[in-house]
Each structure stands twice: as C-alpha cells, then as structure tokens.
C-alpha cells in the first residue's frame, strides 16, 4: 500500500461565468416576506390582588414587628453582673453595670522660639528691607511722575 496515491479532492461545484463590468444585472423576481405584526401583551385584569390596601398594611405591620425583634435581639448587649445569693441571705438589691472603658487622647503643643537667628536666616531679612527699600523709592519716582503728566498741558 506504499504505492497507492492519496485521494483527490472533490471537484469544486459549477460557477457562474463572470461577466464584464458595467453589463446590466438580470432583473430578479421580488422577495416575498412574510408581515411580522407586533402585538402588544393583554392588560392585567381589573381585579388585581395587589389592588387590595389591606395587603400592604398587614405587610407594614409585619415588617415593623420584624424590625423590632430584630433591634432587641442585636441591640441589648450591656454586661450586667449580679451578686450570687447566699443560702439564707436576702436577695442583693443592687446590679453591677460594667462599661468599658473609654480611650481620652491629650496633645500638647509646644512652641519652639529660637533666640538667636541662623546666618542665612540674617542674610534673607537684610535682602527683605533692601527690596523694601527699593519698592517704596520706585513708587515715590512712579507718583511724581504720575503727577507731571497730569499737569502737563494736553497737545
């Protein structure tokens, strides 16, 4: 069987020939489709059980009687301690609520002045009141000429 050829491939089907471009196509015969209508769903009946008001306050009152065993269940977690009785003693009067105990945070601020400043601390105020300085004298120099202008004649 080391002689045999391996099988052929099936043959393709027929084609069209092709036709040149721009020849008219043959007219073709029209599609008939079936109309889809859409429908809309039928209306719930008139006597609706939701309808009835009774329905929802029974409902209310259920979820409010829930709500409350709820809260007593979860909510009353105090520790209460109470005396052991001793045989022939009379009933302890009083019961023991523990609390726990609570956590106060107490900051302090201190404010550091130092007395006596650094070199270059000196050096940057010295250069602060010379630009001072030399603000106050351009400003002196901008109003007198503001002035002079004003009184100038106009041309």
Same mark, same amino acid.
């Not at 065993?69 to 022939?88: D, M, S």
């Not at 956590?103 to 550091?112: L, M, P, S, Y």
């Not at 010379?130 to 503001?146: F, G, I, S």
């Given at each position: 069987? $080391?002689?045999?050829?391996?099988?052929?491939?099936?043959?393709?089907?027929?084609?069209?020939?092709?036709?040149?471009?721009?020849?008219?196509?043959?007219?073709?015969?029209?599609?008939?489709?079936?109309?889809?209508?859409?429908?809309?769903?039928?209306?719930?009946?008139?006597?609706?059980?939701?309808? #009835?008001?009774?329905?929802? +306050?029974?409902?209310?009152?259920?979820?409010?009687?829930?709500?409350?065993? +709820?809260?007593?269940?979860?909510?009353?977690?105090?520790?209460?301690?109470?005396?052991?009785?001793?045989?022939?003693?009379?009933?302890?009067?009083?019961?023991?609520? !523990?609390?726990?105990?609570?956590?106060?945070?107490?900051?302090?601020?201190? +404010?550091?002045?130092?007395?006596?400043? $650094?070199?270059? $601390?000196?050096?940057?105020?010295?250069?602060?009141?010379?630009?001072?300085?030399?603000?106050?004298?351009?400003?002196?120099? #901008?109003?007198?000429?503001?002035? !002079?202008?004003?009184?100038?004649?106009?041309?």
């Amino acid at each position: 069987m $080391s002689g045999a050829e391996p099988p052929r491939p099936p043959a393709p089907p027929p084609t069209q020939p092709t036709r040149p471009l721009g020849a008219p196509a043959a007219p073709r015969a029209p599609v008939t489709e079936e109309r889809l209508v859409e429908r809309l769903p039928e209306p719930p009946p008139e006597d609706r059980w939701w309808g #009835n008001p009774w329905a929802a +306050i029974v409902a209310g009152v259920l979820g409010v009687l829930a709500g409350v065993l +709820i809260g007593v269940a979860v909510g009353n977690k105090t520790k209460t301690v109470t005396e052991a009785q001793r045989a022939g003693a009379p009933a302890p009067a009083r019961t023991v609520t !523990q609390k726990q105990p609570t956590v106060e945070v107490r900051t302090q601020t201190v +404010i550091a002045t130092s007395s006596t400043p $650094s070199p270059a $601390s000196a050096e940057n105020e010295a250069r602060g009141r010379e630009a001072e300085q030399t603000l106050r004298t351009v400003e002196k120099e #901008n109003r007198e000429l503001k002035r !002079q202008l004003e009184e100038r004649p106009a041309p």
